[in-house]
């Protein structure tokens, strides 16, 4: 219970995260507009500045569905037993995909895509890093 309370919290700052680094590239690119006034040279500097913040933003949007992916298969998990096949994986994960919050509506989208490729990978027994990872959802780079 303290892990999924914990798995929250980190969804919600991921969240706040995003919020924070849409409203710094909003700034970012007022300034854009006021540097082609005072010339070519500034505006590309500020539109370099733009970029950085755009992949930022996209490295908070990959991390929050990595998280995402992976609280979703600790629910799904919490909910069988080891005799669990696949029909019973199945129900479980569109139960789970149902129930949650509007903040992990993209992430089940994605995971629903390939839910046949994923549930075999957990009945094979695969750390639900390693199941995220192989959908696309989850990089080895990221530190999770």
Known sequence: AMKVALLV???A???ASVSAVDMETNRKAEGIFGSIASGVGGALNAASSIAGGLANARTV???EGCVGC???WTKIHAG???SAGYTDVKARFEEVCASMPDVFF???DRMAAQQDQMIQDYLNGEEFKK????AGICWTTFPM
């Not at 199941?131 to 192989?134: F, K, L, N, R, S």
């Open 9 to 11: 919290a980190l969804v």
């Open 80 to 82: 069988l037993d080891q």
């Open 131 to 134: 199941m995220c990872t192989y």
């Open 106 to 108: 993209d992430v089940c």
């Open 13 to 15: 700052l991921f969240a």
């Open 70 to 72: 992976r609280f979703v």
């Open 61 to 63: 949007s990959m991390k």
